[in-house]
């Protein structure tokens, strides 16, 4: 099914934050193999993923509500706050972890060492207990002397960062990460829940992939979340749009298995990625009859194709740029064009002029307004979205003076967001979630004040 899905790996839980133990171990009686199903889940889906050869990866979540000695700090040394990471120690005392941790973190230990060691080679590492702005510290685990232990049974393993240590790779979630070097994987979800649950919709096949494609563009990858129904079957709807994925990728797979993102950096509207001299571009939206991109320093398009549509590439270039003609009938998904060079690429343009929300992350531009002098009451304006809106920022344009910005859900209780100074300035309207703001918030109302009220164009952007 996962290979018919498409997927090249997979990770299977084996402890979450709840404590039960997906596997027979000798550590834990609170275990699958206690419960009727008596068998040792674990194992049997490492040995059907070594038996089909599909790399296998493990879960794991050093949080743990259910274990006695799980005290990673002293509750009687700390107070709570609203803000990250949550708790600061009392007056006089020093935040430490509670006197039974220690043998907490012997146990986590030993499972460790046995998930590594029971069930063969074991290519993924998947921690949950990430930085979370200090919530979360490698200390609390041993981090360091744990990943060494895990190094030395399982060589060549990779490991994510949520040990709060920078491990192989980072781990964004519920959104696409941003372009970066370093490898990461962003954690998704089908249905916008980390388990199966029949309210909540599935999400389309469209966006699945356009997902997928955006974070090969961001030079990332996804691992996406599926959960079967609580009798362990596989639900039918899911199941068949994951086969509908599968199935285009099994003939556009070209264009996305195996490449680095790049050489253009991603937008909204397109992305693009390469392996060798080979450059695949991916056009969600033809905003324009043409599509200017930067040329490459020292190397040339020997021959342009589109890969899922039946017309052929009309483009020419000018001084500075590439140009590409929008075709005559645009794929429904994204139109994949196929660019072989005279060379490999070895460089990653960025725009000459880009802005914060050309960023995919920060979804769709959802109001431009242009206040005159005269709109401003007592030097404030507010922004009414007409509803509450995931709105993810707002950039101010052509301003001549400081501007205090402020958002709100229901026009009494205000949050300030950032302060505009300069003639443009785009400010983000984030959640801390997981470890790092990530762009939207809910909000309905947007509140600027000045001391200088002036012409101003602002653009609202939400997703």
């Not at 790049?262 to 571009?281: A, D, F, I």
């Not at 707002?394 to 300069?422: L, V």
Request: charged fraction near 25%; aromatic fraction near 12%; include cysteine.
């Amino acid at each position: 099914m996962a290979k018919d899905a498409g997927m090249k790996y997979i990770v299977v839980i084996a402890k979450h934050h709840d404590g039960f133990h997906m596997w027979d171990t000798k550590y834990s009686d609170f275990k699958i193999t206690n419960t009727p199903f008596k068998r040792d889940y674990l194992k049997e889906v490492i040995d059907a993923c070594h038996k089909a050869k599909m790399p296998v990866g493990i879960y794991y979540s050093q949080r743990d509500w259910y274990h006695p000695d799980y005290a990673p700090i002293d509750t009687s040394t700390i107070k709570r706050i609203p803000n990250p990471p949550y708790y600061e120690a009392l007056p006089g005392k020093k935040v430490a972890p509670g006197p039974s941790h220690k043998k907490y973190i012997d146990y986590q230990f030993n499972v460790v060492r046995e998930l590594l060691t029971k069930y063969g080679k074991i290519d993924i590492f998947w921690f949950d207990a990430v930085w979370w702005g200090g919530m979360f510290k490698a200390d609390m685990w041993e981090a360091e002397k744990l990943t060494r232990m895990m190094r030395q049974l399982q060589p060549g393993i990779l490991i994510n960062n949520r040990t709060s240590l920078p491990g192989d790779f980072d781990t964004p979630e519920h959104r696409i990460g941003m372009y970066q070097k370093r490898s990461w994987e962003s954690a998704m979800t089908l249905n916008n829940s980390w388990a199966y649950d029949p309210n909540l919709p599935i999400k389309s096949v469209k966006s699945l992939i356009k997902e997928m494609l955006t974070a090969a563009a961001d030079n990332g990858n996804v691992l996406l979340s599926w959960g079967a129904h609580f009798d362990g079957e596989w639900d039918h709807a899911q199941k068949d749009t994951l086969l509908k994925v599968g199935s285009w990728f099994k003939k556009y797979g070209t264009a996305y298995y195996g490449t680095r993102g790049g050489p253009w950096m991603p937008t909204k509207n397109y992305g693009s990625v390469h392996r060798g001299n080979k450059v695949y571009l991916y056009v969600f939206t033809w905003q324009d009859q043409k599509l200017a991109l930067p040329m490459l320093k020292d190397n040339a398009i020997i021959k342009a194709s589109f890969i899922n549509l039946n017309e052929m590439v009309i483009w020419n270039k000018d001084s500075n740029n590439l140009l590409f003609n929008r075709p005559m009938a645009p794929g429904a998904t994204v139109t994949i064009l196929e660019l072989t060079m005279q060379k490999p690429i070895k460089e990653i343009l960025e725009k000459s002029t880009w802005s914060l929300f050309d960023d995919p992350a920060y979804g769709e531009k959802i109001l431009t307004k242009n206040i005159k002098t005269t709109d401003w009451k007592q030097n404030s304006y507010t922004v009414d979205l007409g509803n509450l809106k995931n709105a993810t920022g707002i950039g101010c344009y052509n301003n001549e003076g400081t501007i205090s910005i402020s958002i709100s859900t229901d026009g009494k209780k205000w949050e300030a967001t950032g302060t505009a100074k300069e003639k443009t300035e785009e400010i983000s309207f984030t959640t801390f979630m997981t470890g790092v703001y990530v762009p939207g918030k809910p909000v309905r109302y947007i509140r600027l004040q000045t001391q200088k009220p002036t012409d101003l164009k602002i653009e609202a952007h939400a997703k």
